[in-house]
């Protein structure tokens, strides 16, 4: 009787342990990405498809194999190496890098979500960023108002040239200008002394700042009619925070899975995510975003969720250089896919070797 081949049975094990890694990571991103296809389909296609891959790699090996006589080594490893390209590289590697990446990362997102999300649904309930914009502008206002009055004084109380002439009166213009009042035209009486042209830039102070604090007031009221129908999107705005923390509450106290198509996609996602952005895409206006790329992800519904469950859109970031993570611990996941599917590879030729 022969001896039996333990070498063998080992490489057996760990092909298929190796495999097994791989074949659940692209199942589970398949189905993340594409979520109506069922779970089975996509396991299916993911050791179809890998063992495919595998004949491949040894295609390719074999053609460089000196030891053993194949005919039509060009074509061996030509087509050994399109194999690779659509069941490994194209299949196979991206979706376990995702599927890696994905586990990693996906507690964080949602976090980030639930608080950046419903930081924004917030100013829409308080109208914070309204006043906001009330402060920024009568602040605006009134440092450009009292550095032309700083300039005014200097003008008429200037011991070089002092006086109410014709430069005093091109202030003044300006000054009623950036208040949109008329113009503020010389006051009568002669300015000699240094009393007297202290109490004419007095008097013209007093009267710009009247003009000053009836402008604020404009100001305000002007915004406040403006925003007035931020009303009617309270309480969506309450409610739309709410399912967001019933969900992510749920998620922590494991009623729901984030790593469940159905449960991180359809459910938390595209009923409750979704919702809150398109709200806040409306009441864009209401809020004050914290950077320009919170501005145009939200203007444009698209969340940071739904970016990273699907495979080729995480990719497509990474190759454009728009991904928003870690770009090192990215690579680090694409390496621990590529060596998962080489040592399998590895072990399948010595398998069939």
């Not at 605006?140 to 109380?157: F, R, S």
């Not at 013209?204 to 009617?232: C, G, P, V, W």
């Not at 145009?296 to 990474?318: A, C, G, H, P």
């Amino acid at each position: 009787m022969g001896q039996f081949n333990y070498l063998k049975l080992s490489c057996v094990i760990l092909y298929v342990a190796f495999a097994a890694v791989s074949c659940w990571a692209t199942a589970e991103s398949l189905n993340l990405t594409w979520p109506s296809i069922s779970l089975v389909v996509c396991y299916v296609v993911a050791i179809g498809f890998y063992i495919v891959a595998s004949i491949g790699a040894t295609m390719v090996a074999n053609a460089f194999n000196k030891d053993k006589f194949f005919s039509n080594r060009g074509w061996m490893l030509c087509g050994g190496l399109i194999i690779l390209l659509f069941f490994w590289i194209i299949t196979s590697l991206p979706t376990n890098t995702h599927t890696f990446l994905y586990r990693n990362v996906i507690g964080n997102i949602i976090n980030d979500e639930q608080t950046t999300t419903n930081g924004y649904l917030k100013q829409i309930q308080t109208g914070q960023s309204i006043q906001n914009k009330i402060t920024q502008q009568q602040a605006q206002i009134e440092n450009d108002v009292m550095a032309k009055l700083g300039a005014l004084k200097a003008e008429i109380e200037n011991m070089a040239n002092p006086g109410d002439g014709p430069e005093a009166q091109k202030i003044r213009d300006e000054i009623s200008t950036l208040l949109v009042i008329s113009p503020v035209d010389k006051l009568s009486g002669q300015v000699v002394t240094a009393k007297e042209r202290h109490d004419r830039y007095q008097a013209y102070e007093k009267i710009f700042k009247d003009h000053l604090s009836t402008k604020k007031q404009n100001i305000a009221t002007t915004l406040n009619a403006q925003f007035a129908m931020r009303k009617q999107y309270v309480t969506p705005a309450k409610l739309a925070e709410k399912n967001i923390d019933a969900w992510v509450d749920a998620w922590q106290a494991g009623g729901v899975n984030a790593n469940n198509s159905e449960d991180v996609r359809n459910d938390f996602n595209d009923r409750r995510l979704m919702n809150a952005y398109t709200l806040v895409k409306t009441c864009k206006n209401y809020v004050n975003f914290l950077s320009p790329e919170d501005q145009e992800r939200y203007t444009n519904s698209e969340t940071k969720l739904s970016q990273i469950l699907s495979v080729y859109d995480l990719w497509i970031e990474f190759i454009n250089g728009t991904y928003s993570g870690s770009t090192l611990f990215f690579i680090f996941c694409i390496m621990v896919s590529f060596l998962v599917d080489v040592s399998a590879f590895v072990f399948f030729y010595l398998i069939q070797k």
